[in-house]
T-cell receptor
Framework: NAGVTQTPKFQVLKTGQSMTLQCAQD?????MYWYRQDPGMGLRLIYY???????DKGEVPNGYNVSRLNKREFSLRLESAAPSQTSVYFC??????????FGPGTRLLVL | KNQVEQSPQSLIILEGKNCTLQ??????????LRWYKQDTGRGPVSLTI?????NTKSNGRYTATLDADTKQSSLHITASQLSDSASYIC??????????????FGAGTRLAVHP
């Protein structure tokens, strides 16, 4: 039981490049979330998926898109990366309405 | 505006000592309050969760308190260990309709336990 896994662990992009952050959970949770964590600030919700086939915007969705590929996987895509998207990204999942299990994070640097 | 403020921002204590971390919130309507521990380079891990009617909850050497009247919570760590070195994040859930209750995260308190 790996819990929540994220790939890659670390990525460097140039401004304008695109990439997809992958997240998978093996706990059969319905709900999955993407957060970003910036220095001196609390985690902020980017997008969430309450169940397979549904996605909704969170607090800071601009510049991102998501796909709930199946019950296990929830990906986050940056179509045209900007330096302001330099951050640590966390995926989370839960079997209730509150995030409980977080992945190890993806550290993204946009130059 | 919904806000969660934590103090201090950082704290250094000696191994074996106790410490208390503070969390003040202005979140309405209030649903529950959680404390998370985040080790460096890792994702947050839940320590406790308290609803409106609970005023204390323990998890081993961690004890959280909640005063819903003053909108304050504290996390007390007893007999600290080196492994307690981490960031501690206070999270308040704002109740709402629909399938998602908005979570408001504090910026965290970074605790360093020295031998």
């Amino acid at each position: 039981n790996a819990g929540v896994t994220q790939t890659p662990k670390f990525q460097v992009l140039k401004t304008g490049q695109s990439m997809t952050l992958q997240c998978a959970q093996d706990m059969n949770h319905n709900s999955m979330y993407w957060y970003r964590q910036d220095p001196g600030m609390g985690l902020r919700l980017i997008y969430y998926s309450a169940s397979e086939g549904t996605t909704d915007k969170g607090e800071v969705p601009n510049g991102y898109n998501v796909s709930r590929l199946n019950k296990r996987e929830f990906s986050l895509r940056l179509e045209s990366a900007a330096p302001s998207q330099t951050s640590v990204y966390f995926c989370a999942s839960t079997d209730s309405i509150y995030p409980q299990y977080f992945g190890p994070g993806t550290r993204l640097l946009v130059l | 505006k919904n806000q969660v403020e934590q103090s201090p921002q950082s704290l250094i204590i000696l191994e074996g000592k106790n410490c208390t971390l503070q969390c003040n919130y202005t979140v309405s309507p209030f649903s529950n309050l959680r404390w998370y521990k985040q080790d460096t380079g890792r994702g947050p891990v839940s320590l406790t969760i308290m609803t409106f009617s609970e005023n204390t909850k323990s998890n081993g050497r961690y004890t959280a308190t909640l005063d819903a009247d003053t909108k304050q919570s504290s996390l007390h760590i007893t007999a600290s260990q080196l492994s307690d070195s981490a960031s501690y994040i206070c999270v308040v859930s704002a109740g709402g309709s629909g399938g998602y209750n908005k979570l408001i995260f504090g910026a965290g308190t970074r605790l360093a336990v020295h031998p």
